[in-house]
Nanobody, 126 residues
């Protein structure tokens, strides 16, 4: 079992950078995929980025590709989302998720993940 806890959200201006962290507990982090999703008010939860259990494979949503970078440190059971060139439309609650997901297609789906953090708010002003 993996229990994610997000941190690092906050207020930013357009063009700024933020780095989100995902701290996990449990002994199985290195064997599970990790992903970031986001949800804006009134909208469905949206895929942002995912990485395989060993970090060898990464995948990004079209709206963040080239601006965001997902990474993980299995030794310290941590995951990260580096967000650069932030835009107002990036404003949302960001969630870290983890589970035994192996196919690229499944990595983009919220229903593929059992373990979720409580979310961290990111607000980007213009």
């Amino acid at each position: 079992q993996v229990q994610p806890v997000e941190s690092g959200g906050g207020l930013a201006q357009a063009g700024d950078s933020l780095r989100l962290s995902c701290t996990t507990s449990g002994r199985t982090f290195s064997s599970v995929a990790m992903a970031w999703f986001r949800q804006a008010p009134g909208k469905e939860r949206e895929f942002v980025a995912a990485t395989s259990h060993n970090g060898a494979t990464t995948h990004y949503g079209d709206h963040v590709r080239g601006r965001f970078t997902i990474s993980r440190d299995n030794a310290n059971q941590m995951g990260y989302l580096q967000m650069n060139s932030l835009k107002p439309e990036d404003t949302a609650v960001y969630y870290c998720a983890a589970d035994r997901v192996y196919s690229l297609a499944h990595m983009t789906l919220p229903r593929s993940y059992e373990w979720w953090g409580q979310g961290t708010q990111v607000t980007v002003s213009s």
